[in-house]
C-alpha cells in the first residue's frame, strides 16, 4: 500500500508536470523559467530540484519508468515463447501503462511531439534517451533468447519496432483526436513490423532445436 507520503510527492510531481507543460504551451518553452514552473505549481524552486534537474526531465518526465517496466517484463519470458510473442506483450503493456494510472493524455502527448520537433535541446535529449533504451531493449531480448537471437538480431528487431511505432505516431499525429486513435496508430504499425520480423521465431526455434539436439547427443 503507498503511504501518505508518497502519495504526497506523486502529487507534487503530477503537479510540477501538468505546470510545466501548460506554461510551455502557453509561453513557449524556451521562454518559460523553472521559478515560473514551481511557482506555478504553489512551490519552492528548491522543491522543484528535488524533483527534476531541468526543464527537459518534465518534458520526458516518465522515460526512464518506461524503460525499467518494459526491461523487467523483458525478462520474464513465456515457456516456448518466440521472439515476436515477447516483442507483442511489451506492445501491449506499453499502451496499458501509457493509457492508465495518470499517464499521458492526448493533448499532452501532441504537445510533448511538438516541442521535441521543434526545440533542438530536446531533439538530442530524445535522440540520447532513444538510443539508450534500444540498446538497452535489444540486450534484454538477447539475454531472453540465449543462443537463439544474437545481438544483431536483437538490435534489429528492437529498432523496427520501436522506430516504426515512433515514426507513425509522428507522422500521423494530425490526423488523431485521441489517446486512443494515437494508440491505435501505434498498435497498427507494431502489427505490420512483427509481421515481418515473424522469420526470426524460425530462426530462433531452429537453434533451440539445434541446441537440444547437441545435449541429447
Known amino acids: 500500500m503507498v503511504g501518505l507520503r508518497e502519495r504526497k510527492k506523486e502529487r507534487t510531481r503530477r503537479a510540477l508536470i501538468e505546470a510545466a507543460l501548460r506554461l510551455f504551451e502557453e509561453k513557449g518553452y524556451a521562454e518559460t523559467t523553472l521559478a515560473e514552473i514551481a511557482a506555478e505549481a504553489e512551490v519552492s524552486t528548491r522543491t522543484f530540484f528535488s524533483y527534476f534537474s531541468g526543464k527537459e526531465d518534465l518534458v520526458y518526465y516518465d522515460s526512464q519508468d518506461r524503460l525499467e517496466r518494459a526491461l523487467e517484463l523483458m525478462a ?52 540520447l534517451l532513444l538510443f539508450d533504451s534500444q540498446v538497452k531493449l535489444a540486450k534484454a531480448l538477447h539475454d531472453a533468447f540465449p543462443g537463439e537471437l544474437d545481438l544483431v538480431e536483437a538490435a534489429s528487431a528492437v529498432g523496427a519496432l520501436i522506430g516504426a511505432m515512433k515514426l507513425a505516431m509522428m507522422a500521423n499525429l494530425e490526423n488523431v483526436r485521441s489517446i486512443n486513435e494515437l494508440v491505435g496508430t501505434a498498435r497498427r504499425a507494431a502489427e505490420l513490423t512483427l509481421d515481418g520480423l515473424r522469420a526470426l521465431d524460425e530462426r530462433a526455434a531452429s537453434r533451440a532445436r539445434a541446441d537440444q539436439r547437441g545435449i541429447a547427443s
Open 76 to 127: 520474464t519470458r513465456r515457456p516456448e515463447e518466440a521472439p515476436t510473442g515477447l516483442l507483442h506483450r511489451l506492445v501491449d503493456q506499453s499502451i496499458i501503462w501509457a493509457v492508465q494510472g495518470g499517464g499521458l493524455t492526448f493533448e499532452e502527448a501532441e504537445l510533448r511531439t511538438r516541442l521535441v520537433m521543434t526545440e533542438p535541446s530536446l531533439q538530442a535529449r530524445g535522440l
